[in-house]
Nanobody, 129 residues
Framework: QVQLVESGGGLVQAGGSLRLSCAAS????????VAWFRQAPGQEREEVLV????????YFADSVKGRFTVARDNTKSTVYLQMTSLRPDDTGRYYC??????????????????????RGQGTQVTVSS
């Protein structure tokens, strides 16, 4: 079955850290751009970051620069989102999505999640103050 599955969400205090995982099954991520999105209650879904492949060039939203990093383990077809110095406004449901790098070259940044071929169901992150 071809799918993306996110995990690692939870409740954390402000200033804390979490690592989210995005695991692909049925395909490998080595030639896929992977993006993380988040959606807070009552707000539109926003792109947190997108990482191209195989270059691993990464583009971050201004709101997470310097606090979030991303890493890939292609042997596990998994992308990790490391979140540090979390703030209450980081609260939301986090989704990963993937599209071939060739296709992403046409999409570019700030594309809507529906433009991505594969999308996960999300994992909830709650940051308490």
């Amino acid at each position: 079955q071809v799918q993306l599955v996110e995990s690692g969400g939870g409740l954390v205090q402000a200033g804390g850290s979490l690592r989210l995982s995005c695991a692909a099954s049925g395909f490998t991520l080595d030639r896929y751009a992977v993006a993380w999105f988040r959606q807070a209650p009552g707000q539109e879904r926003e792109e947190v970051l997108v990482q191209d492949a195989p270059s691993e060039d990464t583009y971050f939203a201004d709101s997470v620069k310097g606090r979030f990093t991303v890493a890939r383990d292609n042997t596990k077809s998994t992308v990790y989102l490391q979140m540090t110095s979390l703030r209450p406004d980081d609260t939301g449901r986090y989704y990963c999505a993937a599209v071939t790098s060739r296709h992403w070259a046409q999409l570019g940044r700030r594309s809507e999640i529906r433009a991505y071929t594969y999308r996960g169901q999300g994992t909830q992150v709650t940051v308490s103050s």
